[in-house]
């Protein structure tokens, strides 16, 4: 890779600048790049949006003009590949991928290309990698010593402890094994300790240096609330907080997905389903119109969002718990990718609860496997039933130390606390009971109208009406004991028979609860409400401009806005591929009269302003 200007190899400061477009490296990003170039291997936890690309795609390019070849990539998805070859191509740099898409003829011209060395950075999925075909082609580069590196994106799907595994990953080890020598990086921006240490063991990086960033996203507003009537009360965020903003909601099935689509299309929000039944073109083609679009809201499973790169996502909410706070992480990490304000929204309930451990306990893995999950969905349920700061709890289950964000749910309105020992041991003594006296057990529901003395056709038929325990807890609502059953299935207190109609059984651990020797602290269900967030002056900004601008500038960001829209879609890339929106602000802001005017303005590198600049400074003089 040379300057447009000169015949000279660039600097890495050079790459940031005149390629990239940036200034100055942020946060470790320099000392990664440094470590890289120098041939090391490394481990980089990075969160959504901190820039992992740059920290291989500038060493690729350092790497090939001091003569060591190329840079093989391997990214999961066609999507994510698509992209990022495209904003390379648009920042001036050789690359390419080789996936479904392509023709036979197609393939083998690339193939050629990269023989050839004409390409630097060259993007695969884990499964055509480990082919016999693309090693051979890995052998011959290596034996010419033009094999520069690999980067392994979103190697937390090499872990059974990640909440994204995906068997290919681990079949990578070949890469150490068969090319030694060869600089490795491993990327992610979710793993806990567990995750990290067996990314590290399968990829056989255990020499590796790791390089470990916050995980701290300040721009993202934590907000979880209890589900009462979860289609209405998502709607009310939507319309609220982000009409006319890009959004992703997560729901757990998919029928579930078509039907709240449907909703919030008949509600008059731009909506489309996602999901693995879906016809693969028609998946194809929403994907393409959400990372193309303005303002459309994505309903979807945990199918789609890996690697999406969109960076104006003002919101992520979901309707149904995730597995594990890494699956919530990474999909909430979907939102704000450009800094601005966003926000997290999640309901849970019971049923939620229910359902995970129903899922883990009635999988087919080995103990210790189901018990490491069963902690994974404690920590994320009890972050959910927090009182206190939710940003703190989250960067904690990392092993990052934080202090109270004043941003989230909790920070913003401090929830009222109760203690629930009592109406713990009812709800268990009342377990007890039935069991005792019927010899089967029975769902929460009817536990419930025992304890809060509720006479049903059930409770008459059954002969529960004389328990003991019958109206012992009239006082509390259902909302409250719901939240007690909750804690109890968390803590192993109380399980949940899958195969026996989710009826609720005691534990070992029950004994503890029953004799006091476990305290229940609960949010208060009655009194907690759901707050209207006071919308901010820069989160109202948001829809217009990612910076304040005057009346003047706001019409040559619209125009210039309008301009990306149509170059984007003569080269079928996203519009934040050709600039991101805080450019375009840039743009605006200065209102440039000339070439000289645009330089350093971040996010414009050499290749675009060759490319743009004449145009852009025709938008901005129209404007």
Request: glycine share 8%; aromatic share 6%.
């Amino acid at each position: 890779m040379r300057s447009p200007y000169s015949n000279i190899p660039l600097t890495l400061q050079q790459i940031l600048r005149e390629v990239f477009g940036y200034d100055q490296f942020r946060g470790p990003q320099q000392a990664i790049v440094e470590h890289m170039v120098a041939g090391r291997d490394a481990l980089v936890l990075m969160p959504t949006g901190g820039g992992k690309s740059l920290c291989y795609q500038i060493p690729a390019i350092a790497r090939q003009q001091a003569g060591h070849g190329v840079t093989i990539v391997v990214s999961p998805l066609i999507a994510l590949m698509h992209d990022q070859v495209g904003a390379l191509h648009e920042a001036g740099v050789s690359a390419a991928f080789l996936n479904s898409t392509l023709s036979g003829e197609e393939a083998y011209q690339i193939e050629q290309r990269m023989l050839r060395g004409d390409i630097t950075l060259l993007y695969a999925a884990p499964e055509r990698l480990t082919t016999p075909r693309f090693l051979a082609l890995l052998d011959t580069l290596f034996s010419q010593g033009k094999l520069s590196m690999f980067a392994i994106d979103e190697a937390h799907c090499v872990s059974q402890w990640g909440h994204d595994f995906r068997p290919d990953y681990r079949a990578l080890t070949v890469l150490h094994e068969r090319f030694p020598g060869v600089p490795r990086m491993a990327l992610t921006a979710t793993a806990d300790a567990l995750t990290r240490d067996d990314i590290l063991e399968r990829l056989q990086l255990e020499g590796a240096r790791a390089f470990v960033s916050s995980f701290d996203r300040p721009n993202i507003r934590y907000t979880i609330v209890e589900k009462r009537d979860s289609t209405q009360q998502l709607l009310r965020f939507i319309e609220r907080e982000h009409e006319g903003e890009a959004g992703v909601v997560y729901c757990q099935s998919r029928r579930k997905v078509e039907d709240m689509a449907q909703t919030l299309v008949d509600a008059g929000i731009n909506a489309l389903p996602y999901h693995a039944g879906l016809d693969h073109a028609l998946r194809q083609k929403h994907q393409n119109r959400f990372l193309r679009e303005d303002g459309i809201v994505m309903v979807a499973t945990i199918a789609f969002g890996m690697g999406i790169d969109k960076p104006d996502v003002r919101f992520v909410a979901h309707l149904d718990m995730p597995k594990n706070i890494e699956g919530y992480y990474q999909e909430t990490g979907r939102a704000g990718r450009d800094g601005l304000p966003a926000e997290a929204w999640m309901g849970y309930g019971l049923q939620d609860v229910v359902n995970q451990r129903r899922m883990i306990d009635e999988s087919p893995a080995g103990e210790e496997f189901k018990q490491i999950m069963r902690g994974k969905l404690d920590a994320l349920l009890g972050l959910a039933e927090a009182i206190d700061c939710r940003r703190v709890r989250l960067l904690g289950y990392f092993g990052e130390a934080s202090q109270p964000c004043g941003n989230c749910d909790n920070c913003l309105h401090p929830p009222a606390v109760w203690d629930g020992t009592d109406a713990a041991r009812k709800l268990l003594s009342t377990i007890y009971r039935i069991q005792q006296m019927s010899g089967v057990s029975f769902g929460a529901g009817h536990v419930m109208d025992i304890v809060r003395g509720k006479t049903t056709e059930k409770t008459t038929q059954y002969g529960h009406e004389a328990l003991s325990t019958f109206g012992v807890g009239s006082t509390f609502s259902e909302l409250q004991l719901r939240g007690v059953l909750r804690q109890l299935i968390a803590i192993g207190a109380v399980r949940v028979d899958g195969q026996a109609f989710n009826t609720l059984q005691l534990t070992e651990q029950s004994r503890a609860v029953l004799r006091g020797e476990v305290a229940v602290q609960l949010r208060d269900s009655v009194v907690g409400k759901e707050h209207k967030p006071k919308r901010s002056a820069r989160m109202g900004a948001i829809v217009k401009a990612p910076i304040a601008l005057d009346s003047e500038a706001l019409l040559r960001y619209s125009a210039l806005k309008a301009w990306r829209a149509e170059v984007a879609q003569q080269h079928n890339l996203p519009a934040y591929v050709i600039f991101h929106d805080a450019t375009l602000a840039a743009i605006a802001q200065r209102a440039p009269r000339s070439l000289d005017d645009l330089q350093g303005i971040s996010g414009i590198g050499a290749k675009k302003l060759e490319a743009y600049a004449h145009e852009v400074l025709r938008v901005i003089t129209l404007g």
